[in-house]
């Protein structure tokens, strides 16, 4: 398969999604704390700027996943619709469990 037409599947925006999850784990095993740009105890520094960088990571995968989605839309309707329902799920189920 050719790399142009590998990009073109609809099915690589899901990495888009992936590195987020994968730093998600890694916080719960690290047992980091999940608040972000609040105050933290002297010596827990890691913990704000790590999750501040898995934001980052959240919203830049989000942004990807929603800009390859549009870009190969063209005639793949229920492809769009399919996608944009498992990003609003991949959300909620971010804000639910994380």
Known sequence: MHSKAILQSHWVS???LLPFL??????R???LSDALMVQTP????????YNLIMTGVF????A???VHAFAIAR???AWLVAK????????????MFA
């Not at 994968?22 to 916080?27: E, I, K, P, S």
């Not at 919203?59 to 989000?62: A, D, E, I, M």
Request: hydrophobic residues 60%.
């Open 14 to 16: 899901f990495l888009c």
């Open 22 to 27: 994968a730093m998600l784990a890694v916080h």
């Open 29 to 31: 095993l690290l047992g």
């Open 42 to 49: 002297p010596g827990e520094p890691e913990a704000d700027t």
């Open 59 to 62: 919203l830049v995968g989000v």
């Open 64 to 66: 990807a996943f929603a």
């Open 75 to 77: 005639g793949h309707r």
């Open 84 to 95: 944009l329902v498992t990003l609003v799920v991949y959300w909620s189920m971010i804000v």
